[in-house]
């Protein structure tokens, strides 16, 4: 029998979601400066991406090719026009406002493409929601200051987002400030080292402990979300209308075993995760986090002005990605405490399947992630902004598609996709959840984030592009285009 689903309200913004590092290409035109993003070569699957310092050329810096959205953006948007698209999000390259992050004055060609681009976006009825900063810090602000471990940033990131706020307006109502600012905190594993890097441009020095590591993260954090609740105060004394949300990765993170210790080490490793909402969404650090800082010493560089801007610079909306849950066990008898990651260990979900890369598909849990954040913070509007399943597509000849030539059978998606819009619909008409968007990540084929491949493919519509940005780079729809249109078609009844 056909499981139920459920009709979402007329409003509900439908869309997708992408990142300017991993689309535009054109990484150093129109004066736009090196970001953090283009200095990281290609990986793959089993090796991580490499943080270079500087250019090479002739290297493999999958940003500098993206899909080239920056001449094509005309032709995808009216792709996702085609789908029906309410609402599609990127963000601003903050080098093309900004090339070296610490100007006093902004480049006005890189203001003009984002001008260009909100209109084409606002002529065709789409909504756009726009990233302030997804990975894309100037690499001078690295180099030269120390990302943000350094207070200066703080301000050039404030004038960096008033200039953009100014300027947009009255072309964007949604925004929101650091993408995924939650994925730095745990450091017990390399991949934390790697979102530590991308969110705030921290370098470790090799012989660094883990509290000294710790210590520069919490600052680093902290900074960014003075930072953040800076620009929702600037936003909202431009237009009251202006929503700002926060952007965190949600995972659910579930015991290993029903041992009460796992019970625990999960409660734990999941506050060592959501603490940055508080400060975003409640305006201050939860006790946990006073309760550590005052233990372990690390409030060293903060002011009262700080703890006022973060009560007053509270979010509008929380913005979120769902991608997989992971699974914790305690790995020692001490008690689980928020700064010491050793003690608890990740755990592989055998109960679940993983895609090629590894992550587990659990559409449930994005439904716990949903009432989770509706029973901590009652009735604020959640919106996804990512989720989606990356995989080895393979183009072949179209039979019966309005496509000329060629698409790409790809039912693991629409499965992926079905089960974790059911899963939503099932948390806003039996939990009350208060759901107001769901953008699916890379409605076009981009380069992936983690591994820099083209290989790992997320769109309804593929882009003829390899790993180094080689090919024709024709879009094709692919048979997930047609079910997605017909499920925004239907608002969401027809899966
Ligand atoms: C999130 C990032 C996105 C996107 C997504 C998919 O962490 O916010 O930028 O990349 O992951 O990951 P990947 O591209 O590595 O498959």
Redesign the pocket.
């Known amino acids: 029998m056909a499981k139920k689903t459920y009709k979402m309200a007329d409003d509900f913004l439908w869309g997708g979601a992408i990142?300017a590092h991993?689309a535009e290409g054109f990484w150093d035109v129109d004066g736009k400066g090196v970001s953090i993003a283009d200095v990281l070569t290609a990986g793959d699957n089993q090796t991580a991406r490499q943080i270079t310092d500087g250019v090479v050329a002739g290297e493999n810096y999958p940003n500098h090719h993206g899909v080239y959205f920056y001449e094509t953006y005309k032709e995808d948007l009216a792709l996702l026009k085609e789908m029906g698209f309410k609402a599609f999000r990127t963000s601003i390259a903050w080098t093309r406002i900004f090339p070296n992050g610490d100007e006093l004055e902004p480049n006005e060609k890189g203001l003009k493409f984002y001008d260009d681009l909100f209109d084409e976006m606002n002529r065709l009825g789409i909504e756009p929601v726009v990233t302030l900063q997804?990975?894309e810090m100037p690499y001078h602000l690295v180099t030269a200051y120390g990302g943000w471990y350094n207070r200066k940033v703080i301000d050039f990131f404030e004038r960096y987002a008033r200039v953009v706020l100014t300027r947009y307006k009255d072309k964007v109502k949604y925004w929101m400030t650091h993408?995924?600012i939650s994925?730095q905190a745990s450091l017990a594993d390399a991949h934390s080292t790697f979102q530590v890097w991308v969110n705030s441009g921290l370098k470790f020095d090799e012989k660094a402990t883990l509290d000294e590591k710790l210590e520069k993260m919490y600052q680093a954090a902290h900074n960014e979300l003075v930072a953040s609740a800076r620009a929702v105060i600037i936003a909202h004394e431009l237009d009251a209308n202006l929503k700002v949300g926060c952007m965190l990765?949600e995972t659910p993170i579930y015991p290993a075993t029903t041992k009460p210790e796992d019970q625990l080490a999960a409660l734990k490793a999941t506050q060592a995760r959501e603490w940055f909402a508080d400060v975003h969404v409640r305006g201050a650090y939860p006790a946990t986090l006073e309760t550590m800082f005052a233990r372990k010493g690390f409030r060293k560089n903060v002011t009262e002005q700080d703890f006022d801007e973060l009560k007053r610079g509270t979010v509008d909306y929380f913005a979120m990605?769902y991608?997989m849950s992971w699974v914790v066990r305690a790995v020692a008898e001490k008690t689980v405490v928020l700064d010491d990651q050793r003690s608890v260990a990740l755990t592989p979900n055998t109960e679940i399947q993983a895609s090629d890369?590894g992550w587990n598909i659990d559409p449930k849990g994005l439904r716990f992630v949903l009432n989770q954040l509706s029973d901590r913070y009652p009735n604020l509007p959640i919106m996804i902004v990512?989720n989606?399943f990356?995989a080895y597509d393979e183009l072949v000849a179209a039979e019966d598609t309005d496509n000329a030539e060629l698409t790409v059978h790809d039912g693991y998606r629409i499965d992926y996709l079905r089960e974790h819009i059911r899963a939503f619909e099932e948390a806003v008409a039996l939990d009350g959840v208060n759901l107001i968007g769901y953008l699916s990540?890379a409605p076009f084929d981009i380069v992936?984030?983690?591994?820099g491949e083209m290989k790992?493919r997320?769109g309804y519509v593929y882009v003829d592009l390899d790993d180094f940005g080689n090919g024709s780079g024709k879009r094709y729809k692919k048979d997930s285009f047609y079910w997605y249109q017909q499920v925004i078609n239907t608002q969401g009844q027809d899966l």
Not at 448 to 451: D, E, K, L
Request: charged fraction near 15%; proline fraction near 0%; charge should be negative.
């Open positions: 990142a991993q997804h990975f993408n995924e994925n990765a990605s991608y890369w990512e989606g990356g990540w992936s984030a983690g591994t790992k997320y």
